[in-house]
């Protein structure tokens, strides 16, 4: 079946301007995730969305970040007035929500260079 | 909340020998352990998990431990060949909550 599709896969943009990413998660999947990767670093956790409880919004970085989840199921991330420290690697990912832990798959991700 | 370390952050073996990663998490409430892998410019998959029931899983040429009462889990990984040249990430459950807290990362490079 389909993975998670996230768009789009590469953006430049300039510094100051809004931008919003588009993540498609796993029909069915009630969880969603989004993180932030740099050039050679981990995965920082960003937002979780689960169902319709209030997400988990810890891992913003800044009032700067916001995300949405339409009808459980496609999610846009939105950075306004962006910064060149911006500059990462967006990756969404769904999973199931069943106890004890779950495999989480992850998008292909979207490469954001703020200039 | 969940803390997850990982080392070494950089292991080079030779093809053929075995690599092993170390994780450590500071909640003991924590009951599950996955474990993925990134080659470059690709995204994370999972290649193994853990729940916190179990000591030891093997898949292939890959395994996980985990030491509950030392609050660590490890890869292993045998016989190693250039396609296991990845990032890894190790990974722990947070209580009460979807979510997992990920380790910064273990780049293996396998030399031929």
């Known amino acids: 079946g389909a993975g998670v599709s996230q768009s789009p896969s590469n953006k430049v943009t300039e510094k100051g301007k809004d931008v919003e990413l588009r993540c498609d998660p796993i029909?069915?999947?009630?969880?969603l995730y989004w993180y932030r990767q740099s050039l050679g670093q981990g995965l920082e956790f960003l937002i979780y969305?689960?169902?319709?409880?209030?997400?988990?919004k810890s891992g913003l970085p800044s009032d700067r970040f916001s995300a949405e989840r339409t009808g459980g199921s496609v999610s846009t991330l939105t950075i306004q007035r962006t910064q060149q420290e911006d500059s990462a690697v967006y990756l969404c990912?769904?999973?199931?929500?069943?106890?004890?832990?779950?495999?989480?798959?992850f998008g292909p991700g979207t490469r954001l260079t703020v200039l | 909340g969940e803390n997850v370390e990982q080392h070494p952050s950089t292991l080079s073996v030779q093809e053929g020998d075995s690599a092993v990663i170390k994780c450590t998490y500071s909640d003991s409430a924590s009951n599950y352990f996955p474990w993925y892998k990134q080659e470059l410019g690709k995204r994370p998959q999972l290649i193994i998990d853990?729940?916190?029931?179990?000591g030891e899983k093997k898949d292939q040429r890959i395994a996980v431990t985990l030491n509950k009462t030392a609050k660590h889990f490890s890869l292993h990984i045998t016989e190693t060949q250039p396609e296991d040249s990845a990032v890894y990430f190790c990974?722990?459950?947070?209580?009460?909550?979807?979510?997992?807290?990920f380790g910064k990362g273990n780049q293996v490079v396998v030399i031929p």
């Open positions: 990912a769904s999973s199931l929500v069943l106890a004890g832990g779950n495999e989480q798959f």
């Open positions: 969305f689960q169902g319709n409880s209030a997400p988990d």
């Open positions: 990974a722990a459950s947070i209580y009460g909550n979807n979510r997992l807290a």
């Open positions: 853990i729940r916190s029931n179990v």
């Open positions: 029909s069915g999947h009630t969880a």
